[in-house]
């Protein structure tokens, strides 16, 4: 049995350089992301300052439909341990010990978070870093600037719980917010059955308005271009690339198309979700939630185009939590 080891974590801080000076060794590091909708296991290979995703392992645990009167459930915690369990057996097979668990909206938004980690740690030997909205929006923006080279906007990440939004300048985070609504989160509490009617719709969007209205922007400023992070986002890419027959590796989502998915979707829903069975059917249910969440924001800041990245907050914390302090360890 691989003696495990954890990094307990101090508080945000971004560093400088994403490795000690002089760091030229090339390590395994793994990353558990414990999400309200999925939980994802990711591998990475880091080496000079850079890293190399190995493997990326996902499994749909839903622990957003577990949460009752505000509290995740027995049943939704016994879930979430079944899955680490599942993910140790796999990092200890391949013999990778440093290993960092944290946990986003599915952990943070609900009244008995120490007792989930608590648990967790207790039955699965991972100790849980539960991420702020904030930090977690941070994290995004940290993530995706390792991989483009963004300057000025705003970063949106639609998750299953919440939705992460962080307004930018200069390479620097002016204002970092978090939303406590999701794809997957809307649908449970506005949609009965399958795909929302639109009273339901209209009851999604007025919800995520009004959330909306609660958050303060630095420079309240028309962005042309928002840059988007998260599977809902990915998902609205592929199903706009084949509505509109664009090319299958266009990660550009124009206001325009996306606002024409849902205009379609009010006439002709079976049509969309055959489109959405056929790009992405494991989010059959919780996309056009999503959908109607980006449109939302989108139309806030007056974004024309929504550039979907495939980096976030796993890379953000890697970057930032992990190689930044590579020397650092803990018992």
């Given at each position: 049995?691989i003696?495990?080891?954890w990094?307990?974590r101090?508080?945000?801080?971004?560093?400088?350089?994403?490795?000690?000076a002089g760091w030229?060794?090339?390590?395994?590091?793994?990353?558990?992301?414990?999400g309200a909708?999925s939980?994802?296991?990711?591998?990475?290979?880091?080496e000079?300052?850079?890293?190399k995703?190995?493997i990326?392992?996902?499994d749909?645990?839903?622990?957003s439909?577990?949460?009752k009167?505000?509290?995740?459930?027995r049943?939704?915690?016994?879930?979430a341990?079944r899955?680490?369990?599942?993910?140790?057996?796999?990092l200890?097979?391949?013999?990778?010990a440093d290993?960092?668990?944290?946990?986003t909206?599915?952990?943070?938004?609900?009244?008995?978070t120490?007792?989930?980690?608590?648990?967790i740690?207790?039955?699965?030997?991972?100790?849980?870093d539960?991420l702020?909205?904030a930090?977690?929006?941070?994290?995004?923006?940290?993530g995706i600037?390792?991989?483009?080279?963004?300057?000025?906007g705003?970063?949106?990440?639609i998750?299953g719980g919440?939705?992460?939004?962080a307004?930018?300048?200069?390479?620097?985070?002016?204002?970092?917010s978090?939303?406590p609504?999701?794809?997957l989160?809307?649908?449970?509490?506005?949609v009965?059955?399958?795909?929302p009617?639109?009273?339901?719709?209209?009851?999604i969007r007025?919800?995520?308005?009004?959330?909306?209205?609660?958050l303060?922007?630095?420079?309240k400023?028309?962005?042309?271009y928002?840059?988007g992070?998260g599977?809902?986002i990915?998902a609205?890419?592929k199903?706009a690339?084949q509505?509109?027959?664009?090319?299958?590796d266009n990660q550009?989502?124009?206001?325009?198309?996306l606002?024409?998915?849902?205009r379609?979707?009010?006439?002709?829903?079976d049509d969309?979700q055959?489109?959405?069975?056929q790009?992405s059917p494991?989010?059959?249910?919780?996309?056009v939630?999503g959908?109607?969440l980006?449109?939302?924001v989108?139309?806030?800041?007056?974004?024309?185009?929504?550039l979907?990245?495939?980096s976030?907050?796993r890379?953000?914390?890697l970057f930032?939590?992990?190689?930044?302090k590579?020397?650092e360890?803990?018992?």
């Amino acid at each position: 049995m691989i003696d495990m080891q954890w990094r307990r974590r101090g508080p945000f801080a971004a560093p400088a350089k994403p490795f000690a000076a002089g760091w030229t060794a090339t390590l395994i590091y793994a990353l558990v992301d414990v999400g309200a909708n999925s939980i994802r296991l990711s591998i990475y290979e880091a080496e000079q300052g850079s890293a190399k995703l190995l493997i990326n392992k996902k499994d749909t645990a839903g622990l957003s439909s577990y949460v009752k009167d505000g509290a995740l459930s027995r049943d939704g915690i016994k879930k979430a341990c079944r899955v680490l369990t599942g993910f140790r057996a796999i990092l200890e097979n391949f013999g990778i010990a440093d290993v960092h668990v944290f946990a986003t909206a599915s952990l943070r938004n609900i009244s008995n978070t120490q007792e989930a980690v608590d648990q967790i740690e207790a039955e699965t030997g991972f100790f849980v870093d539960v991420l702020s909205g904030a930090e977690e929006a941070r994290l995004d923006f940290i993530g995706i600037s390792h991989t483009s080279n963004i300057r000025d906007g705003i970063l949106i990440d639609i998750g299953g719980g919440s939705t992460e939004l962080a307004e930018f300048s200069g390479g620097e985070v002016l204002t970092a917010s978090s939303m406590p609504v999701g794809s997957l989160n809307l649908f449970l509490r506005h949609v009965r059955g399958i795909l929302p009617n639109d009273k339901m719709c209209r009851e999604i969007r007025a919800e995520v308005e009004n959330e909306l209205d609660q958050l303060v922007f630095a420079g309240k400023k028309r962005y042309s271009y928002l840059y988007g992070i998260g599977g809902t986002i990915r998902a609205t890419a592929k199903l706009a690339n084949q509505m509109f027959e664009l090319p299958d590796d266009n990660q550009e989502i124009s206001y325009r198309n996306l606002n024409e998915i849902l205009r379609t979707y009010k006439t002709a829903k079976d049509d969309v979700q055959r489109s959405i069975l056929q790009t992405s059917p494991e989010r059959v249910h919780t996309l056009v939630p999503g959908m109607i969440l980006l449109r939302a924001v989108a139309k806030r800041f007056q974004g024309d185009i929504i550039l979907a990245n495939n980096s976030g907050v796993r890379e953000g914390y890697l970057f930032a939590k992990v190689l930044g302090k590579a020397g650092e360890r803990y018992a």
